[in-house]
């Protein structure tokens, strides 16, 4: 492979691990699996073992020397994946590392020197020992830096979208400082990254070395994966020297399976890395790694212990509200506070609740529009809402962030939580978003000058913690959404027990209480009958009240039994000519009329409607005879008439008189059962319970009735039928 | 011939005593029998006993229902033209069809549902009491 190869077009595809050459600072064997058969060979085997890659190609180790291939089998058979070792071959000592490729094994051989730098690491696990939090990033890389000698060690820690970060540093001699700065993704290709999760470490000693090539030429087609010695592609050459750096060893920090970041460390002129130190290394990054995996553990469990807290708190708040949304918007400032949020809209049942800093009502009806028609997930979260919902660009300021909760799978309801627009400065290592592609292919950047950016649209990230807790208070809702339904089903089953209890009542009433009233009745004739001799004149006259109350006892009875069957009975709709019926009860209410001297009025026809005949008839039945009864003027009136509603094109039907009038305080009250305003006797009695009858026809149709009265005046009902 | 009687199916002492006074109002020469329960009626109705001119039957009796000795009256050839008066406390609509429709001749509520009622009831009681004389003379 030659400097001039043509690279691919994007760095992406490169195919790095068949670079079909190594670095030479080592040499490369690769033998058959039963290692009897040199298959491919580094050009600079020569150097290293003595003879010529033409005189091992081909041939079996063995035939070199006889106990070292039986020391390599032993080996083999040992360690199944491949292992580093001490090695003597032909005399010469090797520190040797074997790793499996495809049907074969790589065997590179590198020099054995330089094994005291081991004696460093238990001191350098040591002073990390007590290391926690953030500290730890730059404890590692003053470690690293010390176990290594190379001039700059940092600490790079990739990102979601795999942008990097060098989050810890150390720094000797004249070397320039990235702390802090960003690199793009592209500069750290996937399938560097897919290597990165394969081999624990990746050495350059020196950028300017001419890589070697492997015989033959299929050599190319040697996996090197696992190769510590492969060649650097071209264009990473390129970037190191425009980087200026000479020597370079990264160390893959791997957690859970994802790579977290890398110990990268870069020297500006060639730096060898004996084999026991770049182990010594590893081992480095082995720790670092389990000390922020373990650190990342431990805020996972405390946010979700914050979570739970969230959740219980929030079921503290339902546990006094009736209505689980109700309590969604109570406990909202406090949700703001864990959420770090700005502002909140609660949209519940076609209402929309804003807390704090909001887009307009408008607006977030836009927002809720799209959020339901995307169909996102039951969490959404975004720092930078504008990217996904360009109209968001409006309301950046007090919304670049949001969290959302789709409350109902069903309904349209949605808990939002704003974050204010952060203006940030993002320094990057270069300009970020140069990319130099000519005839040849790709290069990289040649800048790595910090580059101020300057970020708009975007908000504080939402924590993994913080999401949780919304889920938390997702699963919390749901749970309570769900308990309230089977109470309101339990609730259901009570009421509909009452109501059996209630008709029993009624039919208790209506029959067993009658027997010993109706007695009372007829012992209180039978007295008259067989001792009004007897009796003085006052006995007489108690006897009768006795009688009276009788009475009144057995029609209250009466219009009990009545009112529960009304309510009980199932409305039979059908054409009602109105008029026709208001004649009919003109005819039985004619000799009242004349009676008090009651004008009668009807300025215009009444409307035809679809109504129980039977039950209209009683509504205007109770309220003409209200009307014509609660009257105390020398000159009376009764009207009956209908309007429309302007809203809903419904007619109105009022009954006005010119009465006694109604209290405002009184304008509720009236309609409760057996509640007379007034005593049994004044206005010529009455149940009380004309109007609760009333009432629940009106609204067993569906509709509404309610009172406009002045005192003394007069009162006009007003009814609707749907 | 025999003075008319009056079988009276009915459990409650003060409405029997309030139907049997304004039967002797009327005269003095009518006979009342007096049953108290659903058992009773079934009882006489089995027996051989003198069949009365006028029945007054009693809906809500303590052991059954009265409708049931209505249709037990009306479907025996021996009492099947006897006339028969409902007097009941029910206040449901459709229970005075029903009785109708069983063959009772009349039907009286039992409540005073406010003045003039009773004196609604002894009409009624002197429009069958008439009848009786016609019919006996």
């Known amino acids: ?110 020099t054995a020197e330089g094994r005291e730098k081991r004696q460093a690491l238990p001191e350098a696990v040591r002073r990390l020992v007590g290391v926690e939090g953030d500290e730890l990033f730059d404890a590692s890389a003053r470690v690293v830096a010390d176990l290594s000698g190379f001039e700059r060690v940092m600490v790079y820690r990739f990102d979601a979208d795999w942008h990097g970060c060098v989050v810890g540093e150390h720094l000797s001699g004249e070397m320039a400082s990235y702390r802090g700065h960003h690199f793009p993704a592209g500069d750290i290709p996937e399938p560097a990254r897919a290597i990165y999760m394969k081999v624990p470490v990746r050495v350059i000693p020196d950028v300017a070395a001419k890589a070697v090539p492997i015989l033959p030429e299929s050599g190319a087609n040697v996996d090197l994966t696992r190769s510590l010695l492969r060649s650097v592609a071209p264009v990473h050459l390129e970037y190191l020297r425009n980087m200026g750096v000479g020597a370079s060893m990264s160390i893959p920090l791997r957690i859970d399976g994802r790579l977290w970041g890398l110990l990268a460390c870069h020297h500006r002129q060639a730096h060898p890395v004996p084999p026991a130190t770049r182990e010594a290394c590893m081992v480095i990054g082995d720790i670092v790694a389990m000390k922020i995996g373990a650190l990342r553990e431990l805020r996972e469990l405390s946010g979700h212990v914050a979570a739970t807290k969230i959740q ?10 009736q209505n689980v949304f109700d309590a969604l918007v109570k406990y909202t400032p406090q949700l703001l506070e864990f959420l770090k949020a700005g502002g909140a809209a609660i949209h519940v049942n076609g209402t929309t609740t804003l807390l704090g800093q909001t887009p307009g009502e408008a607006q977030v009806a836009g927002l809720l529009e799209w959020l339901a028609a995307r169909d996102v997930g039951p969490v959404f979260a975004t720092h930078e809402l504008s990217r996904e919902f360009p109209p968001a660009l409006d309301f950046r300021d ?47 950047r040649k800048s790595f000058a910090t580059w101020k950016e300057t970020v708009t649209g975007q908000s504080e990230p939402w924590t993994e913690t913080e999401i949780r807790g919304a889920q938390e208070l997702l699963n919390a809702v749901n749970a309570l959404v769900l308990r309230r339904t089977e109470r309101l089903v339990s609730l259901n089953a009570e009421l509909e027990r009452k109501n059996t209890d209630l008709n029993s009542f009624a039919y208790i009433a209506a029959h067993d209480l009658k027997e010993p009233l109706r007695s009372i009745g007829n012992y209180c004739t039978f007295l008259r009958e067989d001792h009004a001799g007897e009796l003085s ?61 009651t004008e009668w009025r009807r300025p215009a026809p009444l409307p035809d409607v679809d109504a129980d005949p039977v039950l209209l008839r009683e509504v205007f039945l109770n309220l003409l005879t209200n009307a014509i009864r609660y009257n105390d003027k020398p000159e009376r009136w009764v009207e009956i008439g209908c309007e429309t509603d302007e809203g809903t094109g419904q007619p109105v039907f009022y009954v006005s008189d010119n009465g006694i009038g109604i209290r405002p305080r009184h304008r509720e009250v009236v309609f409760s059962i057996f509640r007379r305003l007034h005593t049994q006797d004044a206005f010529g009695g009455g149940t009380g319970a004309g109007l609760a009858i009333t009432k629940t026809i009106v609204e067993k149709h569906g509709g509404r009735i309610w009172i406009e009265s002045t005192y003394g005046e007069g009162t006009t009902f007003h009814f609707t039928l749907s | 011939m025999n003075p008319p009687t009056v079988l009276v199916i009915e459990d409650l002492d003060s409405d029997f005593e309030m139907l049997a006074r304004r039967l002797a109002k009327e005269s003095a020469r009518i006979g009342v029998t007096r049953l108290r329960s659903h058992e009773e009626a079934l009882g006489w109705l089995a027996s051989a006993e003198p069949r009365p001119s006028l029945i007054v039957l009693d809906l809500l009796l303590p052991d059954g229902d009265g409708v049931e000795i209505l249709e037990a009256l009306k479907g025996d050839t021996r009492t099947h033209g006897i006339p028969l008066i409902v007097w009941s406390g029910s206040v449901d609509p459709a229970v005075p069809a029903a009785c109708q429709r069983q063959g009772a001749d009349a039907f009286i509520r039992k409540d005073t549902d406010g003045p003039g009622t009773e004196e609604g009831f002894d009409s009624m009681i002197t429009h069958w009491v008439h009848r009786l004389r016609n019919d006996y003379g």
């Not at chain 1, 003595?50 to 390599?72: H, I, N, P, W, Y």
């Not at chain 1, 219980?312 to 509200?321: G, K, M, P, Q, T």
């Open chain 1, 537 to 597: 004149v006052e006995a007489l006259r108690k006897l009768d009240t006795i009688r009276v109350l009788q009475r009144q006892a057995t029609e209250l009875i009466h219009a009990l039994n009545h009112f529960s069957s009304i309510g009980r009975v199932e409305i039979q709709r059908q054409p009602v000519r109105t008029d026709g019926l208001i004649d009919d009860l003109l005819h039985v209410l004619g000799p009242r009329l004349t009676e008090t001297g």
């Open chain 1, 312 to 321: 219980s708190r929030f079921f503290d708040v339902i546990a006094r509200e």
């Open chain 1, 1 to 110: 492979m030659s400097e001039n190869l043509r690279v691919p077009r994007t760095c992406d595809t490169e195919a790095v691990h068949r670079s079909g050459a190594i670095q030479p600072h080592g040499t490369l064997l690769v033998v058959e699996d039963s290692l009897t058969r040199c298959r491919a060979v580094a050009a600079n085997c020569g150097e290293w073992v003595g003879m010529e890659a033409g005189a091992v190609l081909g041939r079996s180790l063995a035939a070199f020397d006889q106990s070292a291939a039986e020391s390599l089998l032993e080996q083999a058979n040992a360690a199944p994946g491949g292992g580093r070792f001490r090695w003597t071959f032909r005399g010469r000592v090797f520190d040797a590392t074997m790793a499996r490729t495809g049907d074969g094994w790589l065997l590179e051989l590198e």
């Open chain 1, 398 to 444: 007090c919304a670049s962030g949001l969290l959302a909760l789709r409350l109902s799978r069903v309904e349209r309801h949605f808990g939002l939580w704003f974050r204010p627009e952060v203006v940030a400065t993002v320094t990057w290592a270069g300009p970020p978003y140069e990319k130099a592609v000519d005839e040849d292919g790709m290069h990289p």
